[in-house]
């Protein structure tokens, strides 16, 4: 699956890298039970998630 999928790259630019990360830790945060509670496994991968996006953007740009 391509994580850079719908993601605008002027919206990437703009954005810092720990806003994206604070923004997709929460959507994890609200699409998980509230059984599971753990903010420090949702924020490491949400960062994940970023980091990967932005490795696929910029292969994407090297290959343009």
């Known amino acids: ?3 850079a999928q719908g993601i605008d790259k ?3 630019d703009m954005k810092s ?9 929460y959507r994890r945060y609200t699409n998980r ?3 599971e509670v753990d ?5 490491l ?3 994940a998630e ?4 932005d490795r696929a ?4 740009d090297e290959l343009s």
Not at 17 to 25: K, V
Not at 50 to 53: L, S, Y
């Open 1 to 3: 699956m391509d994580l």
């Open 10 to 12: 002027p919206v990437r």
């Open 17 to 25: 890298r720990e806003d994206r990360i604070r923004e997709a830790a």
């Open 33 to 35: 039970s509230e059984s």
């Open 39 to 43: 903010a420090s496994i949702d924020w």
């Open 45 to 47: 991968q949400a960062e």
């Open 50 to 53: 970023i980091d990967a996006e």
């Open 57 to 60: 953007a910029k292969r994407d």
